[in-house]
């Protein structure tokens, strides 16, 4: 069993910077692959970032390509999603995800991941 505690949230004008974290507990935080994804009201959850246990391969959605960045430091426990040059339409609850399960195609759907932690919102200000 992952618990995973997001942190870093908060309310920026448009062409700011935050930086996410998630810490997950236990001892093979680097056998779990994880996720960021985020939620606007009345929207379903969708994918925004990926990274391998090891760290070594990341993946995207297209909407926040080369803007925001996704990495890890396992001796921490810990995921980060570094977002630049933010948007008001990047405003919505952002949620760390992790999965142990291996997937031949990086898991960027919400049913693939097995652990959630409880949110944290960023609010994009224009």
């Known amino acids: 069993q992952v618990q995973l505690v997001e942190s870093g949230g908060g309310l920026v004008q448009a062409g700011g910077s935050l930086r996410l974290s998630c810490a997950a507990s236990?001892?093979?935080?680097?056998?779990?692959?994880m996720g960021w994804f985020r939620q606007a009201p009345g929207k379903e959850r969708e994918f925004v970032a990926h990274i391998t246990g090891s760290g070594g391969s990341t993946l995207y959605a297209d909407s926040v390509k080369g803007r925001f960045t996704i990495s890890r430091d396992n001796a921490k426990n810990t995921v980060y999603l570094q977002m630049n040059s933010l948007k008001p339409e990047d405003t919505a609850v952002y949620y760390c995800?992790?999965?142990?399960?291996?997937?031949?195609?990086?898991?960027?759907?919400?049913?693939?991941?097995?652990?959630w932690g409880q949110g944290t919102q960023v609010t994009v200000s224009s």
């Open positions: 236990g001892r093979t935080f680097s056998s779990y692959t």
């Open positions: 995800a992790g999965t142990s399960t291996y997937y031949y195609l990086p898991p960027r759907f919400v049913r693939e991941y097995d652990y």
